[in-house]
């Protein structure tokens, strides 16, 4: 079982940054991917970013040049710079895994198991 959590959600006026956090439970010593997700208040989960073990990384096109995956393994924390935001990456920020991925040959529908409860991130005007 894998345990996630999310904090660093909050709000703030469009073109400003914000950090989030997610400390997880992920057994380090093998394979895994670490992905972002967020939800807008009526429409469907998308990606965001993902990263895996090596540091691979990938980006939804909406958020490429403006926001950073990183991870620091030795707290077991996964990060999401975000910058130059604006008001429609307003959601529900999420944290999920998928043990035993690799970012190169991952498919976004991977994480279907392990999540975290969510952080709000709203960007205004």
């Known amino acids: 079982q894998v345990h996630l959590m999310e904090s660093g959600g909050g709000s703030v006026q469009a073109g400003g940054s914000l950090r989030l956090s997610c400390v997880h439970s992920?057994?380090?010593?093998?394979?895994?991917?670490l992905g972002w997700f967020r939800q807008a208040p009526g429409k469907e989960r998308e990606e965001v970013a993902a990263?895996?073990?090596?540091?691979?990384?990938r980006y939804a096109d909406s958020v490429k040049g403006r926001f950073t995956i990183s991870q620091d393994e030795a707290k077991n924390t996964l990060y999401l710079e975000m910058n130059s935001l604006k008001p429609e990456d307003t959601g529900m920020y999420y944290c999920?895994?998928?043990?035993?991925?690799?970012?190169?040959?991952?498919?976004?529908?991977?994480?279907?198991?392990?999540w975290g409860q969510g952080t709000q991130v709203t960007v205004s005007l």
């Open positions: 992920v057994n380090k010593y093998n394979s895994y991917c």
């Open positions: 999920a895994a998928d043990p035993g991925c690799h970012v190169p040959t991952m498919s976004w529908y991977q994480f279907r198991n392990y």
């Open positions: 990263i895996d073990r090596d540091d691979s990384t």
